[in-house]
């Protein structure tokens, strides 16, 4: 009989029993239990972190039936067992610091009487390390201690800073107790979405290996193609697989790109290409991040940020390049070592997501009801490179903006808000759009495919009785086409030019090549 899709199950034990699919993970688990003992590990939401927990506490537990049949099956001394406290602050929502303490008390106590003992002190940092020294005297074996989504609690409160820091502060009196422990500890992992700095968070912890970038775990979490056609080969008959890694491949861990597997399941369950991953979470909180700092949506494709911008995550000091990279909403593309120092190179990891986020700035910007009417008409346009429809729908596009929501957002002062806008609207479609596209004469723009057809497009905004046209004339003077004259692409040159005054196109050029 087949198996089943694991659909939504973070739980070993039940995915193992209940026949469903498993990616065997265990070599990389054993090497990671082999080669320390604190760990850290940061991966987007969805990606198995609750599984990979689950799979360590049933491996330290001693649970040998499970594993039959994977790797660590016959590569783990099966005669020890290991008590386990495990802790998630996965479910539901903390909004206060009290309510943190409450959860966590019921963590210990549930744990406490799993394995029959008894805890005495109220404070919970001294509750937690009573559980530790006494499940090490009753077991005569040191514990493991996993922290599956550490930080949700900061992040449910991210947008309410003072109730967010309180949090902070009362998950750091948890965290210390771990390395105030250490005689009595086996292993310890957390898992979490985000990387808060080891200063605010981690300062009682600061012996934690952190794991998220380091290429020999880079597979630990997600799908690599070689799983996905080994595991669930009986299910791959019709499958396009250069489909499959455009729409959901493409996570760089600096080591081998991994798929995610939550679109790949539902994919596989489905047989349609769809944003799952994008939409079983809400970006709003980035959203309103992008338009209150007024970023130029076209730069997200080409982010450039250094080692310490990428490592530094706190409540009071949040960039959006970093948040969207800790999100999953850009990944790295490469990495460059200039003078010592270590840059990195981000972009949208595949189509799902580069796609799913410009569909919801779209809306942000342009608060109207005719985006996606307007985005037929446009796409249309492009396919039938017709460009007097496509002037047509991107002027009743931008005259639908409703005036009130320029006046309330500053937008007039907004630089990148009439490029952002055509950029979005554009790479919301699933189009190939290249922002900042190099040629030997300089950048531009934005490049468009879509099929034979390249579109060459660039952007200018007119201030008072500026003389128009400029757009176009930049194209031609700089030669930027000749990059796609090759003979298999029809080129088609266009120059946009907006008046911040009437809010709107007011020069509207092409040329075909």
């Not at 008409?377 to 496509?390: N, T, V």
């Not at 029809?490 to 196109?505: A, H, P, T, W």
Request: charge should be negative.
């Amino acid at each position: 009989m087949m198996k089943k899709l694991p659909i939504g199950i973070q739980t070993f034990s039940e995915l193992i029993e209940g026949n469903y699919y498993y990616v065997d993970k265990t070599a990389l688990i054993a090497e990671l239990i082999d080669s320390g003992k604190y760990y850290f590990l940061a991966r987007p939401r969805r990606f198995g972190k609750s599984l990979l927990v689950s799979t360590l506490k049933s491996l330290f537990a001693g649970e040998k039936a499970l594993f039959d049949g994977l790797f660590l099956q016959n590569h783990w001394d099966w005669s020890v067992n290991y008590p386990v406290i495990h802790i998630s602050f996965g479910g539901g929502v903390v909004n206060s610091a009290a309510m943190l303490d409450e959860r966590f008390r019921a963590i210990l106590d549930e744990t406490a009487e799993f394995y029959r003992v008894d805890l005495h002190h109220d404070d919970l940092a001294n509750r937690f390390a009573e559980l530790i020294k006494k499940l090490a005297d009753q077991f005569q074996q040191r514990v493991v201690v996993l922290v599956d989504e550490y930080d949700k609690p900061i992040l449910d409160n991210i947008e309410h800073s003072a109730r967010a820091v309180a949090i902070r502060e009362g998950l750091r009196n948890i965290y210390s107790v771990i390395k105030d422990r250490d005689a009595f500890i086996k292993f310890a992992l957390l898992t979490g979405v985000s990387k808060f700095s080891k200063v605010s968070l981690f300062s009682g912890l600061n012996n934690l290996r952190d794991i998220s970038l380091d290429g020999r775990y880079a597979t630990l979490c997600g799908y690599t193609l070689a799983e996905i056609q080994s595991v669930f080969s009986e299910r791959l008959s019709d499958v396009d697989f250069s489909q499959l890694a455009e729409w959901y491949n493409g996570y760089n861990f600096l080591g081998e790109k991994v798929y995610n597997p939550f679109d790949v399941l539902l994919y596989l369950e489905q047989r349609l290409f769809k944003n799952y991953w994008f939409e079983s979470g809400s970006p709003d909180f980035l959203i309103r991040l992008v338009r209150e700092r007024q970023y130029a949506i076209p730069d997200l494709e080409n982010v450039v940020v250094d080692e310490a911008m990428l490592s530094r995550f706190d409540i009071d000091d949040i960039t959006l390049e970093n948040l969207l990279f800790q999100t999953g909403y850009l990944t790295i593309e490469r990495v460059e070592d200039l003078g010592g120092e270590r840059f990195y190179h981000l972009t949208y990891p595949n189509r799902e997501v580069k796609a799913g986020l410009n569909s919801h700035l779209l809306r942000e910007l342009v608060q109207s009801g005719q985006a996606t009417r307007q985005q037929m008409r446009i796409y249309k346009a492009l396919e039938q490179a017709d460009p007097e429809q496509l002037q047509q729908a991107l002027t009743a596009l931008f005259a639908a903006i409703p005036h009130d929501w320029y006046r309330q957002n500053q937008l007039a002062r907004y630089e990148g808000y009439y490029a952002s806008i055509v950029y979005c609207c554009l790479a919301a479609l699933g189009l190939n759009v290249i922002a900042e596209d190099m040629t030997n004469q300089g950048r531009v723009d934005l490049t468009v495919k879509l099929a034979e057809k390249i579109f060459i497009i660039e952007f200018k905004v007119l201030e008072g009785k500026r003389e128009s046209g400029r757009a176009l004339a930049q194209i031609k003077a700089r030669k930027y086409w000749q990059k796609y004259a090759t003979g298999e692409f029809q080129v088609m040159l266009i120059g946009i030019e907006f008046d911040k005054s009437e809010r709107n196109i007011v020069h509207f050029e092409w040329e075909a090549v």
